[in-house]
């Protein structure tokens, strides 16, 4: 069951899990934009010599996107951040849990 809530209250690092059949279409679909995972992370502000293991992790759904991040993804996307909020399954922030 997906979280009804508004994204843009939330703290900047909170932690956005989104619906799994989305999120996979919606990186996927990043990824080839970007041109590689490498670049995605690049262009979602991951730093370091391996940004596309933490890509690889929101890939499958082993960790959350930072709203931070994520709204970076979206500008690159050209998507609007509401038009991800249908898509949320729960919000991690400072070890609360929104959930359904």
């Known amino acids: 069951m997906l979280l009804k809530t508004k994204l843009e209250g939330l703290p900047k690092n ?3 899990f ?3 059949v989305f999120r996979k279409r919606l990186i996927e679909s990043a990824i080839k934009k970007a041109g590689s995972l490498n ?3 690049k262009i979602m502000g991951y730093t370091g010599s391996a940004p596309n293991w933490n890509i690889k992790q929101i890939l499958v759904g082993n ?3 930072p ?3 994520l709204k970076r993804l ?3 996307m050209n998507l609007r951040l ?3 909020e249908d ?3 729960r919000v991690r922030s400072n070890s609360k849990n929104f959930e359904t």
């Open 14 to 16: 909170a932690s956005v």
């Open 18 to 20: 989104i619906e799994d």
């Open 39 to 41: 670049q995605l992370g």
């Open 63 to 65: 960790q959350g996107i």
């Open 67 to 69: 709203l931070f991040r």
């Open 74 to 76: 979206c500008d690159f």
């Open 82 to 84: 509401s038009d991800v």
């Open 87 to 89: 898509y949320v399954e």
